[in-house]
């Protein structure tokens, strides 16, 4: 491999919707060098890669910025961070107002007031949402993007960030990253566990596919705490498309029902795993299928719907053109998805700061991979970007330090030219993958099992886990490609140990479905604390913390 080292003051690990609104606020900085590196390309990558239909999180007119706050303590059965949602939450309508400045079409009334939908939404036309992050992100000056290069590991001494290994995925080039700080604004994980879909219909899951935990994987890696990885999320979707039901739910206030057409939501509870809960309950006793009831809905709402899909799920509006059938004539059947580790939904990710900065000095996390407040969604994500950005630039100008400029790389550019040139093993990709999702799906309370799970099950996922990342040495990669999709199963499997040693920590159930425990199947007042991990000398530490409630505000000491 050709070897290529680069420094910069500010190295931005993923072109993701944090990392493009970092990238825009860091542009106002023209005294500061800032480098972006994408694995695809930050056009259309990440979970805004084909668009949104509406803003999820803004502050609309009668509503309060501590109603965002306890919405969100509501539905995370009180594990979050207070303090990290305040201080997101009132950048909201800030950075929406940016983006609408950038082209966003953003739907208005005829008096000129945003088009909402509930008490938290406001309806866009989202579908060149990420291009036109991208195209803002390519206009600022200092900032240099290289698109096509997997970031896999972080350079740290000494607690301290200094940059990051790669690869380009298309050619045999090794990268080595030199930096006065990190953000990183990777994606969560999807993959772990079996998905909805199988065989060539695999990709048609909720979440993105190609956000394989990689920023996860190289801060557990690193030695940075983690928090809150029991709390998995799952969606539900409506079913074989896998497209969102909120658009349903809320557009034409379809409510979930029975093959018997009893309506069962209220009977669990509204929050977004109690809705999950009693859909999975429902059919496990018997009266399945379940529903959206959209059956006799009017021709104007049922248009409206078929464009909503259009903006961001267009095999949803495919599947009820092609059966001659929409959704006025029959309800739409719903199911749960595989679980997934993400925090723009739920609260797990790096243990960060105020300033999201980790507990490795100089390393920033924004977006899905930040910790400790969920419900971000587009905006979420976005005012992370920019509070990770502004607290760079203080920390890099305060930091009387260079990046190391020696070359260190040599160790990391073997490791990848071994896959390279080593040659074809019995054991493929594939099978290691599909080994991964069965021993999650089966012991580690995947869909199959109605998502839940016990400590002894728990405890064989462990050990079968780790006896699969000691396979990853007897991989063989052809070409540039292959060797990414062996660093994306490590980062998956380093991602699954962690939700299992999480899982196990968090004797209590306090989300149905996100972390079903049958041993404890109740909640406890005992369990209102965070639990966090450590990688020491190869071991995962579980650390227990005490919450931040409000008026509190957090600030590592250890």
């Not at 501590?66 to 800030?94: P, T, W």
């Not at 060539?200 to 940075?224: D, E």
């Not at 604390?529 to 600030?555: A, C, H, M, P, W």
Request: glycine share 10%; with cysteine; charged share 25%.
């Amino acid at each position: 491999m050709k070897t290529r080292i680069m420094e910069t003051d500010v190295l931005i690990v993923g072109g993701g919707t944090a990392g493009c609104f970092a990238g825009i606020t860091l542009g106002k900085q023209e005294d500061v060098k800032v480098l972006m590196v994408e694995k695809a390309n930050i056009k259309r990558s990440g979970c805004l890669a084909a668009g949104v239909n509406a803003i999820n999180a803004y502050i609309i007119e009668g509503q309060t910025m501590q109603d965002y706050i306890n919405y969100c303590k509501k539905d995370a059965e009180g594990i979050v961070r207070e303090d990290l949602i305040q201080n997101m939450s009132e950048r909201f309508n800030h950075v929406t107002k940016v983006l609408e400045d950038l082209g966003l079409v953003i739907l208005k009334d005829e008096n000129g007031k945003y088009v909402t939908r509930g008490k938290r939404n406001i309806k866009i036309n989202g579908e060149n949402i990420k291009p036109i992050l991208a195209e803002a992100v390519n206009r600022q000056k200092n900032v240099d993007v290289i698109n096509h290069v997997n970031v896999t590991d972080f350079i740290v001494k000494d607690g301290r960030i200094q940059g990051a290994y790669g690869f380009d995925v298309n050619h045999p080039i090794f990268y080595e990253f030199h930096a006065k700080a990190v953000l990183v604004a990777t994606g969560g994980a999807a993959g772990l566990y079996r998905p909805n879909n199988p065989g060539f219909s695999r990709h048609k899951m909720w979440y993105c596919p190609f956000n394989t935990g990689a920023g996860y994987a190289m801060g557990i890696l690193a030695g940075a705490e983690m928090t809150t990885f029991e709390m998995r999320f799952v969606a539900l979707r409506c079913k074989d498309t896998i497209a969102p039901v909120g658009t349903i739910a809320q557009g034409v206030g379809a409510k979930q029902c029975n093959g018997q057409g009893e309506f069962y939501g209220e009977k669990y509870g509204m929050a977004t795993s109690q809705r999950i809960y009693g859909t999975v309950t429902e059919n496990r006793e018997g009266r399945g299928p379940c529903y959206l009831g959209t059956k006799g809905i009017s021709p104007e709402q049922e248009d409206a719907l078929y464009k909503a899909y259009l903006n961001m799920s267009p095999s949803q509006t495919l599947k009820w053109l092609e059966t001659g059938k929409g959704p006025s004539a029959y309800n739409v059947e719903i199911e749960g998805t595989e679980p997934y580790i993400v925090g723009g939904h739920s609260a797990c990710g790096y243990w960060v700061d105020q300033k999201r900065e980790t507990t490795i000095s100089g390393l920033f996390a924004a977006g899905d991979v930040a910790g400790g407040c969920p419900l971000k969604y587009v905006t979420g994500a976005m005012a992370e970007g920019e509070i990770a950005a502004e607290a760079l630039v203080d920390y890099i100008k305060k930091v009387n330090y260079s990046p190391i400029k020696e070359k260190n790389g040599e160790k990391k550019k073997k490791e990848y030219e071994d896959y390279l040139t080593r040659g074809k093993n019995l054991l493929t990709i594939e099978q290691v993958e599909e080994s991964m999702q069965k021993i999650m799906e089966q012991y580690a309370g995947g869909k199959s099992t109605d998502y839940r799970y016990s400590e002894n099950c728990l405890i064989l996922a462990e050990k079968k886990i780790l006896k699969l990342l000691e396979t990853l040495q007897f991989l063989a990669a052809e070409d540039m490609d292959d060797l990414l999709r062996i660093y994306e199963i490590r980062e998956r499997l380093i991602v699954c140990r962690t939700v299992i040693a999480h899982l196990l920590a968090r004797k209590e159930t306090r989300w149905h479905i996100f972390a079903e425990n049958i041993d404890y199947p109740y909640k406890s007042d005992q369990w209102l604390k965070y639990v966090n991990s450590r990688l020491e000398d190869g071991e995962l530490k579980i650390v227990f913390r005490d919450l931040v409630t409000g008026g509190q505000v957090y600030e590592h000491k250890n």
